[in-house]
Structure formats: structure tokens, C-alpha cells
């Protein structure tokens, strides 16, 4: 495919309108969030994982080089906000500057995470990052698997959740 054609491509849906549609599927967004936080996965990569395969493309190498930018700014921009906004939820629930507060970092998060899917957006726009996907490539259940920190049984039933509804899903 020519890099003008996968571009055409894969603006439709371009990435942040598929996560949205994606995350808002019955069970995902608990499914995202339990692989968060019991696993280490990266919800936004989780969702890029699987829009690129309801593409029917996979990343390459050079797309899985480029990640080590993208988990940079998670590490460093997108995971803090949480942590704060985490942090701030028993107090905002009893005072309401508190809860002013929270809901800005909640803000910050979402307009954090929409940069990283972005970013992913353009890697995956970029010529050789991906590629059409194969008979014999990995499925979908075991690459989301590997991008789990930790990995065990109790997370199937979220992996298992999310390829369910990614399968189902025609936005």
C-alpha cells in the first residue's frame, strides 16, 4: 500500500475518534483500567493495538522503536497528572476546591493521553512503521498481552473483554 493510500486509511476513523468509540463498548473502559493497574499496560497503547488491527495492519520495528518516545511522555507527563488525580479524589469529595482541582487534572489527563494517541497516529503514518497484517502473524490477544508489565490469569477476562468488543466494533 502506498504511504498516501495508508494515510487515507488510516484516518478512518483516524485514532483518537476510534479509542473514544472503542473505550465507550460495553466492558472496556473496566477492562483498560484493571490492565492499568494490576499490569502496567498503557491504555493508549492498548487502543492503538487495536485499531491498527481493525485496519488489518501490525506494527513494525521501526514502530515499536518509536515507542520508547511515546512511553517517555506517558512516563513523564500523562502518568504524574494521574497519580495527582488519584491522589486528590478522597479530599475531593468532601471539599469543593478540591474537586475543582481534580477535575482540571482530570482534564489535563484526557488532553494528555489524546497527545500520545496522536503521536501514535503519526508513527503509524509514518512509511515503513506498519505493515499489512499476515496469516501467520501474532493475534491481536497475545500482542496486547505483551504489553503488560505483569501477566496472569486474572487479566484474561479483561484481555479476553477487550478483543470481544474490538471485534464487535464497526465505528
Do not use: F
Not at 468532601?94 to 508513527?123: F, Y
Not at 496469516?135 to 478483543?163: G, I
Amino acid at each position: 500500500m502506498h504511504s498516501t493510500q495508508l494515510c487515507d486509511v488510516l484516518r478512518s476513523p483516524p485514532l483518537w475518534d476510534y479509542a473514544l468509540a472503542l473505550y465507550q463498548r460495553p466492558g472496556v473502559a473496566d477492562a483498560c483500567l484493571q490492565l492499568q493497574d494490576t499490569a502496567g499496560a498503557d491504555v493508549c497503547e492498548l487502543l492503538w493495538r487495536c485499531w491498527l488491527d481493525h485496519h488489518a495492519l501490525v506494527p513494525t520495528d521501526e514502530a515499536h522503536n518509536a515507542l520508547d518516545e511515546v512511553r517517555a511522555w506517558q512516563a513523564e507527563v500523562t502518568q504524574p497528572i494521574r497519580h495527582l488525580r488519584r491522589m486528590l479524589k478522597p479530599r475531593a469529595r468532601h471539599e469543593q476546591d478540591m474537586a475543582t482541582l481534580r477535575n482540571h487534572l482530570k482534564e489535563a489527563e484526557l488532553l494528555a493521553e489524546r497527545e500520545t494517541l496522536r503521536q501514535l497516529q503519526v508513527i503509524s503514518e509514518t512509511p515503513h512503521a506498519v505493515r499489512q497484517r499476515r496469516a501467520d502473524d501474532t493475534s491481536l490477544s497475545t500482542l496486547l498481552a505483551h504489553c503488560l508489565t505483569t501477566h496472569a490469569s486474572a487479566q484474561e477476562a479483561a484481555l479476553a473483554t477487550l478483543t470481544t468488543q474490538h471485534t464487535a466494533h464497526h465505528p
